[in-house]
């Protein structure tokens, strides 16, 4: 009752600010109950870098939303209904612009790139040629190095109420990647609750590309405590186990009478203290799980996941072969939310779409290759239902 009011009292105020405000209209109106924080575009603009850090702003039929900005192509908010049609916000981020360009910032929402995952030791070689890379995660390089595409704007190329596309030029030699690489992202949300990212690459070189989002979820609401109750199934038989800097081996291993066995739904939390090399390597799930195939509407099914208090299903489907399944174990209270809640210790959990970890090093991976004058495509459906 009292978050309630407080959430009436809130959105009044953006109400009023309304007028000045071009997004504000398409923000939750006094009818509606929401849980999470509200997010204003005028308190969350700000300039990084010398370059305007605007809120962007999906709305469909049924009120979901979804929040954006341009730096790193990031996704700020997502708010769904609950079992209740409660709109829920259930995607982790900030309430400002420049909390996103800071060293302790987890990768809150952003598109990493162009190579998400780690790359061993910062090193891989096309034709004969190396080419190296800064390290900043133990000896390997981490979602594309310092910059990536997480830590720079991109531009707008167009936008409307459920349809935004963001794009980026990556000049040759950023990080170390052979380029010039030109990328864009699709964010779109469907009037059924479904939030699509739609990647596409090309290259003036031969380069790698593997592109995801690191959008950090809770099912029950951004800041309502632990993920581990949360129920997960992952459409996965095999997993790509790794050393203890979470480099794979090269080799799948059978997810069977493992913790990674979540071919039947059970929650996030069921298995992770159990003793387990992998689990210690991970500090709990930071794994690769090689999708098994399972088709819906031609894309491979990745994961069902639902929210224990609220009732939100999320569906993942995707034209990857892979899924990273992150269970925040590195989430450590460094951080306010939007919800005015700390980043605490597994409360939010990423499912990244993507290939494998280290690809351009893994001969027996699917390749991430992108050659001159072809295009990588692919796209990942996140899809809101309740239960
Ligand atoms: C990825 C990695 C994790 C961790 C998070 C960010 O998902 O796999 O190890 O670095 O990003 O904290």
């Not at 500090?283 to 990745?302: I, P």
Request: proline content about 5%; overall charge negative; glycine content about 10%.
């Amino acid at each position: 009752m009292k978050r309630k009011i407080i959430n009436l009292v809130l959105a009044a105020v953006l109400l009023s600010t309304a007028a000045c405000n071009p997004s504000a209209e398409s923000r939750q109106s006094a009818d509606n109950d929401t849980v999470g924080a509200l997010l204003d575009s005028v308190s969350f603009t700000e300039t990084i870098a010398g370059k305007e850090t605007p809120l962007y702003t999906l709305k469909n039929s049924s009120g979901a939303t979804a929040y954006l900005t341009n730096f790193g192509a990031r996704l700020v908010g997502l708010w769904v209904p609950d079992k209740n049609g409660t709109l829920t916000d259930v995607v982790l981020g900030f309430d400002r612009a420049s909390l996103y360009h800071n060293e302790d910032e987890p990768y809150f929402g952003p598109v990493v790139g162009p190579f998400g995952n780690r790359i061993a030791k910062g090193q891989f070689t096309l034709d004969g040629e190396q080419f190296t890379l800064p390290t900043n995660n133990g000896p390997n390089t981490l979602h594309g190095g310092t910059k990536g595409v997480h830590f720079v704007h991109w531009d707008v190329k167009s936008a409307n109420d459920k349809v935004i596309t963001f794009a980026y030029t990556l000049p040759d030699g950023q990080d170390g990647f052979p380029g010039p690489i030109h990328m864009e992202v699709t964010y779109s949300l469907s009037d059924n609750n479904e939030l699509t990212l739609a990647y596409q690459a090309t290259s003036d070189r031969k380069t790698v590309i593997n592109l995801t989002s690191h959008a950090y979820f809770n099912l029950n609401g951004e800041g309502s405590g632990s993920i581990l109750d949360h129920q997960l199934r992952l459409y996965a038989d095999q997993y790509t186990p790794v050393d203890e800097t979470l480099i794979p081996f090269g080799e799948l291993a059978d997810v069977k009478g493992t913790p990674f066995d979540f071919t039947s739904t059970k929650t996030i939390g069921a298995d992770i203290d159990q003793e387990s090399e992998q689990l210690t390597y991970g500090s709990g799930y930071d794994h690769n799980f090689v999708l098994n195939g399972t088709q819906v509407n031609g894309l491979n099914h990745a994961a069902t996941v639902s929210g224990d208090q609220s009732g939100i299903v999320m569906d993942i489907y995707t034209e990857e072969p892979g899924i990273q399944f992150y269970s925040g174990n590195f989430m450590a209270d460094r951080v306010t939310l939007k919800s005015g809640a700390k980043d605490s210790y597994r409360t939010g959990f990423c499912l990244e779409p993507q290939h494998f970890p280290d690809s351009p090093n893994q001969p027996n991976f699917p390749t991430t290759t992108l050659n001159p004058g072809d295009t990588y495509a692919t796209k990942s459906v996140y899809k809101f239902t309740t239960k």
